[in-house]
């Protein structure tokens, strides 16, 4: 390689926004895939788009983060709602808990495993 030409500065700047804006697209494309109201990141995100094509890239960056913010935070609510009991498991017997490596229960000797 011969005389390599050091790429213009805000290539790398250039190349931070496509991720910003492609990363918030994802967390979009799955909230739109639930059925969530994304308005406001989409509006964000189009911005981010505008600022893109004007060569401003740190501002892109900044409007595809912030698109990407709130949805992220309706995911996490969302994940923490959904979390399943793991790990939680109760007696059909007297409801007592029990955990899962006990074999029978130790309140009313219901057996948990069936084997
Ligand atoms: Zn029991």
């Known amino acids: 390689m011969a005389e390599a030409k050091a790429p213009p500065k805000d290539a ?38 505008d600022a893109m094509k004007e060569g ?9 983060n912030l698109a990407r913010a709130g949805p992220e935070k309706v995911k996490a609510v969302k994940k923490e709602k959904a979390k399943p009991d793991v790990g939680k498991l109760k007696c059909p017997g007297c409801d007592e808990e029990l955990q899962p490596e006990w074999p029978t229960c130790p309140v009313c000797g219901y057996k948990t495993r069936g084997d």
């Open 12 to 49: 790398n700047q250039e190349e931070e926004a496509k991720k910003a804006i492609s990363a918030a697209e994802d967390a979009l494309a799955d909230l739109i895939a639930d059925g969530k109201d994304t308005k406001d990141a989409e509006l964000d995100l189009d911005l981010a788009r």
């Open 56 to 64: 401003d890239f740190a501002g892109a960056i900044e409007l595809a």
